[in-house]
């Protein structure tokens, strides 16, 4: 099972987007598909639900409680993206940081939760809120890699830094490697844009660096809650996922079961 971090500390880059249409895309595979939602913003959670959620719905902040049940229960089906979803509810995760605060043993809660999944799910894909808190710990200490999404701004190269340098200071408990960079919101029209993705490459060396173009279909999919692929199957950015979806796929489940 491979259990990665959509994570970077920059906001509005694209990280819910990546895990929704990634986590769909690589259930069209016939993978088996979990993803995550440990933002309090709930992005993904009001993404791929219809129906608002209520706060006593079970969801992502019952694995860092005292003592956890099986998530079995916890996760809901999402048809029209082909995955299981485990919720984020915005107040329930919000005070989940500070029982993390408290009792930092909590912080392998969500790692705890996702074992059992080993040999059942293929893929288990956590979106990560905006910063370097508990939380986004807590998911990087659950997960065998990261996908690192990046907006396509003269910032991004640098952002990158801090970003390995966490990965490294993680390491030291839990070693996450880099498997892809998506660059979201690529314009082939914006010259920039080839320059930043050429920088990004510099930065990462080996690390795939993978574009989704900027398509207002992304956008209007997740007002409709539904995955690109299936609301704009001809669209540019669908063919985007399924390049890097096919790609991320070849390097993690196919190479393990080659192995294997
Ligand atoms: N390929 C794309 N084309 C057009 N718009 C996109 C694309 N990918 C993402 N977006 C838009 O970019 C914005 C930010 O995306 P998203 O919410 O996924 O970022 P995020 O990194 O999860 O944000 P946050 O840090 O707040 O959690 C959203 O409005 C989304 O619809
Ligand atoms: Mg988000």
């Known amino acids: 099972m ?5 994570v970077n500390q920059k906001g509005g880059v694209g990280k819910t987007n990546v895990a929704a249409n990634f986590g769909a895309s690589l259930a069209a595979l016939g993978r088996n598909v979990i993803v995550v939602d440990v933002d309090p913003q709930s992005t993904l959670t009001k993404m791929l639900l219809k129906a608002p959620r209520i706060p006593t719905d079970p969801g992502t902040a019952d694995v860092f409680v005292d ?7 916890l996760l809901v089906d999402v048809p029209d993206f082909g995955v299981r979803l485990l919720a984020a509810d915005f107040d329930r995760l919000d005070e989940a ?6 009792d930092p043993t909590r912080l392998f809660g969500l790692a705890q939760a996702l074992a059992p999944f080993d040999g059942d799910a293929d893929y288990v894909l956590i979106d990560c809120p ?5 939380l986004t710990t807590a998911a990087l200490y659950a997960s065998t890699g990261v996908v690192i999404p990046i907006d396509c701004s003269w910032e991004a190269v640098g952002g990158l830094g801090l970003l390995l340098r966490t990965l490294r200071r993680v390491a030291t408990i839990k070693p996450v490697p880099v498997h892809a960079v998506v660059a ?10 080839p320059e930043i993705v050429a920088g990004v490459r510099s930065v990462l060396g080996e690390t795939p660096v993978y574009t989704v173009r900027d398509a207002i279909d992304v956008q209007r999919a ?6 690109i692929r299936t609301f704009a199957p001809k669209n540019g950015a669908t063919t985007d996922y399924e390049i890097l979806t096919a790609a991320i796929d070849a390097k993690l489940y196919k190479e393990r079961a080659r192995v294997e």
Do not use: D, W
């Not at 491979?2 to 959509?6: F, G, N, R, S, Y």
């Not at 979201?184 to 844009?193: E, L, P, R, V």
């Not at 997740?222 to 995955?227: D, G, K, N, T």
């Open 184 to 193: 979201t919101c690529y314009k082939a029209s914006n010259t920039f844009h």
């Open 67 to 73: 003592e956890p049940g099986s998530i079995v229960e």
């Open 97 to 102: 940081q500070s029982t993390l605060m408290r």
């Open 130 to 134: 905006p910063n370097y808190g508990q």
């Open 2 to 6: 491979e259990v990665l971090a959509i």
């Open 222 to 227: 997740v007002s409709l809650h539904r995955p």
